[in-house]
């Protein structure tokens, strides 16, 4: 159980077009979903947190008018990289987690590049 | 501000040999802990986690963490290592008050056979 799916695995997209990444919990209701982003030979660093029917909340430095994130329903969340740049180009996760304290389960990731 | 520290960012060794990763954290309320695994090609898998009780807690693939409160830490450990456990390690933070996951950098784990 606690699979989560994220939609396409990779995309390649020219700079200045919009590109949209789904995120589903399969087996689950996740009450919230987070995105991050994992650039070469470094951490995970968190862009922002969705709870299901709410606006997500993003990090410091994270532009949400780029990084539009729609969390409709309680296995669905969609981040949405708006007019992309070669900049943007990185490794997008997203992980989901029941209601209360809970085990974040991570998605297999999407790899965005942007010509 | 809180953060998690791994201190060894590369560690090689050789098969059969005994692990121990170290995390520590800067936080003085109630956490909850996690080590997750990434697999080369793989995605992020939870390794173990501890909430409450047992402060030794067993997890997958022969892998135990320990939390030691008065230390501020969750070391990894496995008593014998095998050359599919090469992978990156994270240890991760959730303070009981935010369901943040706050993470360490990690620590890539190379096993020779």
């Known amino acids: 159980g606690a699979v989560v799916s994220q939609h396409p695995s990779r995309v390649i997209c020219k700079s200045g077009t919009s590109v949209k990444i789904e995120c589903r919990s399969l087996?689950?209701?996740?009450?919230?979903m987070f995105w991050y982003r994992q650039f070469p030979k470094q951490s995970l660093m968190l862009m922002a947190t969705?709870?299901?029917?709410?606006?997500?909340?993003?990090e410091q430095g994270v532009e949400k008018d780029k990084f539009l994130i729609n969390h409709a329903s309680l296995t669905l969340s969609t981040l949405t990289v708006t007019s992309a740049h070669p900049e943007d180009s990185s490794f997008y996760i997203c992980?989901?987690?029941?209601?209360?304290?809970?085990?974040?389960?991570f998605g297999p990731g999407t790899r965005l590049t942007v010509l | 501000a809180q953060s998690v520290s791994q201190h060894n960012h590369h560690v090689i060794l050789s098969e059969a040999a005994s692990l121990e990763l170290g995390c520590n954290y800067s936080?003085?309320?109630?956490?909850?802990l996690f080590w997750y695994v990434q697999y080369p090609g793989q995605h992020l898998q939870l390794l173990l986690k501890?909430?409450?009780?047992d402060p030794l807690v067993k997890g997958i693939k022969g892998f135990e963490a320990e939390f030691i409160k008065s230390k501020f830490s969750f070391n990894l450990r496995k008593p014998s290592v095998q050359w599919s456990d090469t992978a990156e390690y994270f240890c991760?933070?959730?303070?009981?008050?935010?369901?943040?996951?706050?993470w360490g950098a990690g620590t890539k784990l190379i096993i020779k056979p």
């Open positions: 992980s989901a987690k029941r209601l209360g304290p809970d085990t974040q389960y």
């Open positions: 087996d689950f209701q996740a009450t919230t």
């Open positions: 969705s709870n299901e029917g709410s606006k997500a909340t993003y």
């Open positions: 936080y003085g309320g109630t956490v909850n």
């Open positions: 501890y909430f409450s009780g």
């Open positions: 991760a933070v959730n303070p009981d008050s935010n369901y943040q996951l706050i």
